[in-house]
């Protein structure tokens, strides 16, 4: 008999890594329910910074992992960027990351499989189920279960719902409904329309041409391309260029971004994902260095993604029911930093869910303290991602094409180096250690 059951909405990074977390605790029984009609992640790269790594060494999941991957995980260090100004006829390398260990990057269906292969014997997993909304008992009847809604009709029921739905989340939107609800019936009307501005996500006025590319046809064009063998990002205005080598270097992961800053925060109409031509991308790319020319020349399949971030949101729970990853923070991805943050979100939660001292009738207190722990740092991230992105793209306060004056300033690409370095050190400088031990000794305190 367990002794309670657990509903992951969603399965992604975030949502996979949470039933893989909670995979440790045979006493809880979770349920995993994925709106597509398999598991199928998008054929691109997903770069794991040291401090998620960390996480995936504790999950057990680092050895498969490393198989995969291109860099070796271990603490030297690493190459984890060239940072060279592309938007020019000729481009130049301005600065080197080096971090230590470097930033891991994978082939983000190797690594879904790897997560769905450490699955416990006792997670299930259904696919075809998009949640539409929750139903849970007010707050105090800890015994009722959570009643999910799903697209096809069906229902079914849990005593924790975590959402792991993504940028679009269905759980975050009854979510905050519920918070707004409160709110309003206690007369705080602007708390309760803020919430409900919250639940919608916003565009963030940026755009990603998404691709990957055969590391042969690159080679047979440009024999001793960079990318071939170093992860490069190219910086230039209102646009940035992110590639590296992905499957041990036979494919390489393109992303480039157009920004529209003046855009941030309107509707996006249309579709937020299409399939594009490569002509289209040249011509957003015009006058683009050949380097960026050349990879851009061997693209066959492209998509556009309109990038969409979420609200800072007051809370990531209401209840019995938590979120995860995107659906509580998602953010523009200039650190590279999404995923691992979906992996702490899921780690942390496990870990509170995991506890002895975590039972049926005090789950709520651990949603709490996994709220008030975990909540600040995510959206901390979220926050320095987006400063990340303007000094990419140079919109940076002061940190503008037009303020480099006469030609490219070596100096001032140099600052904007340095400023992203140490914004976006974190990711390797820091680890999730100290906030699990607050959380664990908080939950044995209460
Ligand atoms: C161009 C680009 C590059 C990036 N690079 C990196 C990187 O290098 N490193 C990094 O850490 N992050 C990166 N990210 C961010 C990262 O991809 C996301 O933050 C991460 O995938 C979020 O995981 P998630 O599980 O929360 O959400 P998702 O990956 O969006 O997964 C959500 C899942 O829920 C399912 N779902 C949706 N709605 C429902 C519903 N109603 N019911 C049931 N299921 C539902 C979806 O089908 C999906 O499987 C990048 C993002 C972009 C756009």
Redesign the pocket.
């Known amino acids: 008999m367990p002794k309670f059951t657990v509903a992951i909405?969603?399965?992604?990074?975030?949502?996979l890594a949470c039933a893989v977390a909670l995979s440790r605790y045979p006493d809880i029984e979770v349920n995993v329910?994925?709106?597509?009609s398999k598991f199928a992640e998008v054929g691109?790269?997903?770069?794991?910074w040291p401090r998620?790594w960390k996480i995936v060494q504790a999950l057990g999941l680092d050895r498969e992992l490393a198989e995969v991957a291109v860099v070796s995980p271990d603490h030297h260090p690493k190459l984890s960027f060239n940072f060279r100004k592309g938007d020019q006829p000729e481009g130049h390398t301005f600065y080197q990351l080096y971090t230590p260990g470097g930033l891991v990057?994978i082939h983000r269906p190797s690594f879904q499989r790897i997560l769905l292969r450490h699955l416990s014997p006792s997670s299930r997993t259904h696919t075809g189920?998009?949640?539409?909304s929750y139903s849970q008992p007010a707050q105090g009847s800890s015994h009722s279960p959570i009643t999910l809604h799903f697209e096809d009709g069906s229902t079914a029921a849990c005593d924790v719902l975590v959402g792991?739905?993504?940028?679009?989340?269905?759980?975050r939107a009854t979510l905050v409904d519920e918070l707004a609800r409160a709110a309003s019936s206690a007369g705080r009307r602007d708390e309760a329309e803020a919430l409900h501005r919250a639940a919608q996500p916003r565009w963030s006025g940026i755009c990603?041409y998404?691709t990957t590319i055969p590391a042969d046809a690159l080679r047979a064009r440009v024999p001793g391309h960079k990318v071939l063998k170093e992860p490069m990002a190219y910086f230039g205005q209102d646009a940035q260029v992110t590639a590296y080598p992905l499957l041990h270097g036979d494919i390489i992961n393109v992303?480039a971004f157009r920004a529209r800053y003046d855009l941030e925060g309107t509707t996006m109409r249309g579709p937020w994902v299409v399939d594009t031509t490569k002509d289209e991308l040249a011509a957003d790319f015009s006058g683009w260095e050949p380097e960026v020319q050349a990879m851009f020349q061997c693209v066959s399949k492209l998509s556009r993604?309109a990038?969409h971030t979420t609200e800072r949101l007051p809370t990531f729970v209401s209840g019995r029911v938590a979120l995860?990853?995107?659906?509580a923070h998602?953010?523009v991805?200039f650190q590279?930093?999404?995923?691992?943050?979906?992996i702490e979100d899921a780690y942390l939660l496990a870990t509170l869910l995991g506890h002895s001292k975590t039972t049926l009738s005090t789950l709520t207190r651990a949603l709490k303290i996994y709220d008030e722990v975990r909540r600040p740092y995510a959206q901390l991230v979220a926050e320095t991602s987006r400063e990340c992105g303007m000094l990419f793209t140079f919109n940076y306060p002061g940190f503008s094409s037009r303020d480099f004056g006469e030609g490219s300033d070596a100096d001032k690409l140099r600052t904007i180096a340095e400023t992203i370095r140490r914004k976006w050190s974190w990711a390797w400088d820091t680890t999730l250690d100290g906030d699990v031990q607050r959380a664990v000794q908080w939950l044995e305190a209460s």
């Open positions: 909405c969603g399965g992604g990074v975030g949502g329910y994925e709106a597509a691109a790269g997903v770069g794991i998620a990057t189920k998009r949640l539409v792991a739905d993504g940028v679009k989340s269905a759980t990603a998404r992303a993604w990038i995860v990853g995107d659906s998602a953010a991805p590279g930093a999404g995923a691992g943050q979906a």
